[in-house]
C-alpha cells in the first residue's frame, strides 16, 4: 500500500503545472463521499519525449500498473500479497478507500483516489488507521457532517495530509524544502462540497470559499497566501456553519 501512496505522490510532486480535484459529497444519512482526481498528463507527455522508455522503468512501470477500475486499497494490499492486518476496524475502512488510474490513448493520463460513503465513526477510525499509513487525503473531510449541517473548520485549509505523506519517504529536511516550492510544483488546488439537498444558510466568510450554486460551494487555495506566515486575509472566520434544507 505505501508503495502506491508513493506512486500517487510522484504524480503531485514532480509537475509545475499539475491541477488537483477534490470533491466531497455530503449524504442525508451523515456519510459522506470524496474523490481526489489528478491530471498528470502533461508530466508524461514530457517524460516519454524526453526519455521514450522512461514509462516502462522503475516507478513509471508500477504506475502503470495500477487498476483503472475503483480498487479498494484493501484488495490491493492483497493482491501484492502484503495484508498484514486482521483487524476489523482497518479492515472496514480499507475497504471503503479506493484507487484507480486513468488512461488516454492507452497512456496513463492520471490517477484518482476516493474515500466512499465514510460515516463519523469510520473517520474516528480512520484517524487511527493513517497513524501508520500517511495517505494524501483532502483535510475537509474532517468537517464535522450530521446529515443537515456542516461546521467547517478553516484550518483545514491547507495540504497538511499531502505534505505528511510525502514525509513517509524524505527526511524532515527534505520535505521542509519541498513545502516551501508548494507554489512551483502545483498550478491549481480546489475542494468543491456538495449537498444532496439545497443550502438554506451560510454563516461565517472566508476568502477562499464561494458558494457556486443552490448545492455547493468551492475552495479555491491561494498558495502564496498558504505558505506565506505575514498573509493576512480580510475574511478569515474559523468556523464556517452550512444549513441544509
Known amino acids: 500500500m505505501k508503495k502506491m501512496i508513493v506512486l500517487f505522490l510522484i504524480s503531485l510532486f514532480m509537475l509545475e503545472s499539475c491541477s488537483v480535484n477534490s470533491e466531497i459529497i455530503y449524504h442525508q444519512d451523515a456519510s459522506s463521499t470524496s474523490a481526489t482526481d489528478i491530471d498528470t498528463r502533461e508530466f508524461m507527455?514530457?517524460?516519454?519525449?524526453?526519455?521514450?522508455?522512461?514509462?516502462?522503468?522503475?516507478?513509471?512501470?508500477?504506475?502503470?500498473?495500477?487498476?483503472?477500475?475503483?480498487t479498494s486499497i484493501y484488495e490491493l494490499e492483497k493482491q501484492e500479497g502484503k495484508l498484514k492486518t486482521a483487524n476489523p476496524d482497518t479492515i472496514r475502512i480499507m475497504k471503503k478507500i479506493f484507487m484507480k488510474s486513468k488512461k488516454e490513448n492507452n497512456q496513463p493520463s492520471g490517477f484518482a483516489f476516493k474515500m466512499e460513503h465514510f460515516t463519523p465513526e469510520d473517520y474516528r477510525a480512520l484517524k487511527n488507521f493513517t497513524k501508520e499509513e500517511k495517505l494524501p487525503l483532502d483535510q475537509n473531510i474532517f468537517n464535522?457532517?450530521?446529515?443537515k449541517t456542516l461546521t467547517i473548520d478553516t484550518e483545514n485549509f491547507n495540504l497538511k495530509n499531502i505534505e505528511e505523506a510525502l514525509r513517509t519517504k524524505t527526511s524532515k529536511e527534505?520535505?521542509?524544502?519541498?513545502?516551501?516550492?508548494?507554489?512551483?510544483?502545483?498550478?491549481?488546488?480546489?475542494?468543491?462540497?456538495?449537498?444532496?439537498?439545497?443550502?438554506?444558510?451560510?454563516?461565517?466568510?472566508?476568502?477562499?470559499?464561494?458558494?457556486?450554486?443552490?448545492?455547493?460551494?468551492?475552495?479555491?487555495?491561494?498558495?502564496?497566501?498558504?505558505?506565506?506566515t505575514e498573509a493576512k486575509l480580510k475574511n478569515a472566520d474559523q468556523k464556517i456553519v452550512i444549513i441544509t434544507e
Open 45 to 70: 507527455a514530457e517524460m516519454k519525449a524526453m526519455t521514450p522508455d522512461s514509462l516502462k522503468q522503475n516507478e513509471f512501470a508500477e504506475m502503470d500498473k495500477l487498476p483503472t477500475t475503483w
Open 144 to 147: 464535522s457532517w450530521d446529515g
Open 174 to 228: 527534505e520535505s521542509e524544502k519541498m513545502e516551501g516550492m508548494m507554489t512551483m510544483f502545483f498550478k491549481k488546488i480546489g475542494t468543491s462540497l456538495k449537498f444532496e439537498n439545497k443550502i438554506k444558510s451560510i454563516t461565517g466568510k472566508h476568502e477562499w470559499l464561494k458558494q457556486t450554486d443552490d448545492y455547493s460551494v468551492r475552495i479555491e487555495y491561494d498558495l502564496k497566501t498558504l505558505y506565506d
